[in-house]
């Protein structure tokens, strides 16, 4: 079966720190994957998005993940955290070839940053 | 665009009674997905259509629960009766040919 795991339920940085979040999805051929950001007591937003292409892929507020289809991984990271990264994070995918709208989303990870 | 919009944002009811929830989806977007997150279950798929038809409701808890979308602008969440392990926050999303979706800001249900 289809899935997406996220190693990291709950992290715990200090501002300045650098992340990485592991994701990984068990499926192979074309893939579309993706990372959203839920804040406290807010809805899902988009972080980043891969379809094709460049592997590594740029996000909104400095998050990038990279795309190692060998490894079944799609990991963010930001280099800087801010305490307002302070958030849930879910990782996303479906089958490239698939024609269903639906996404299999990870566990989510919990980010804590400590100013 | 006002991206997906959603009401009541919250809802507060007693056991027993009727609660729906509405969503108006992205204009133009052919898929939309019901979600209900808990803290112990974490995000949840219940139901997604496409082209205002259910696809797939193997998600939906059990017969209390059910789901219509009437045109492409507008679909509803029933649960009748209500209990409290109902309580939680459901959301819509709706997505365009089945790329990245789209939140809306959830309703959040408590059940008494």
């Known amino acids: 079966a289809q899935s997406v795991s996220q190693h990291n339920h709950h992290v715990i940085l200090s501002e300045a720190a650098s992340l990485e979040l592991g994701c990984n999805y068990s499926y192979g051929g074309t893939v579309n994957l993706f990372w959203y950001v839920q804040y406290p007591g807010q809805h899902l937003q988009l972080l980043l998005k891969?379809?094709?292409?460049?592997?590594l892929v740029k996000g909104i507020k400095g998050f990038e993940a990279e795309f190692i289809k060998s490894k079944f991984s799609f990991n963010l990271r930001k280099p800087s955290v801010q305490w307002s990264d302070t958030a849930e994070y879910f990782c996303a995918g479906r089958h490239g070839s698939s024609n269903t709208g639906k996404l299999i989303f990870g566990q989510g990870t919990t980010l804590q940053v400590k100013p | 665009d006002a991206g997906v919009i959603q009401s009541p944002r919250h809802e507060v009811t007693e056991m027993g009674q009727e609660v729906t929830l509405r969503c108006k989806p992205i204009s133009g977007h052919d898929y939309l997905f019901w979600y209900r997150q808990t803290m112990m279950r974490g995000l949840e798929l219940l139901i997604y259509?496409?082209?205002?038809?259910?696809?797939?409701d193997s998600g939906m808890p059990e017969d209390r629960f059910s789901a219509k979308m009437p045109n492409a602008s507008f679909s509803t969440l029933k649960i009748q009766p209500s209990e409290p392990r109902d309580s939680a926050v459901y959301f819509c999303?709706?997505?365009?040919?089945?790329?990245?979706?789209?939140f809306g800001p959830g309703t959040r249900l408590t059940v008494l």
């Open positions: 259509f496409n082209n205002n038809v259910p696809i797939d």
């Open positions: 999303a709706s997505s365009f040919s089945g790329r990245e979706q789209f």
């Open positions: 891969y379809f094709s292409g460049d592997p």
